[in-house]
C-alpha cells in the first residue's frame, strides 16, 4: 500500500476514509506483531508511516465532523 497525501485523503467520501482507517489498522497490528517477533526486517521504517497516515485520515475526520465527538 503506497502512502497517501493528505491532498488525495481529502477528495475520498467518508466512507472511503474509515475503510483505509481499517486496512492501515490492520497492517500497523501485523507489522508490530512481527516486530515483536523479530521477524521485521526490511519493512521496520514502514510502521512510522503507517502511524503518520492513521493520524492524517483520523484528523481529516476530525475536521469534518467539527470535533462534536470530543467529551
Same mark, same amino acid.
Given at each position: 500500500?503506497?502512502?497517501?497525501?493528505?491532498?488525495?485523503?481529502?477528495?475520498?467520501?467518508?466512507?472511503?476514509?474509515?475503510? %483505509?482507517?481499517? !486496512?492501515?489498522?490492520?497492517? =500497523?497490528?501485523?507489522?508490530?506483531?512481527? +516486530?515483536?517477533?523479530?521477524?521485521? $526486517?526490511?519493512?521496520?521504517?514502514?510502521?512510522?508511516? %503507517?502511524?503518520? !497516515?492513521?493520524?492524517?485520515? =483520523?484528523?481529516?475526520?476530525?475536521?469534518? +465532523?467539527?470535533?462534536?465527538?470530543? $467529551?
Amino acid at each position: 500500500m503506497s502512502r497517501n497525501k493528505t491532498k488525495t485523503l481529502r477528495q475520498f467520501n467518508d466512507d472511503d476514509l474509515k475503510d %483505509k482507517l481499517t !486496512d492501515l489498522k490492520v497492517d =500497523l497490528a501485523k507489522l508490530k506483531s512481527e +516486530s515483536i517477533k523479530g521477524t521485521l $526486517k526490511k519493512e521496520a521504517g514502514v510502521i512510522r508511516w %503507517k502511524r503518520r !497516515d492513521i493520524a492524517r485520515i =483520523l484528523t481529516i475526520m476530525n475536521e469534518r +465532523s467539527g470535533g462534536k465527538d470530543k $467529551k
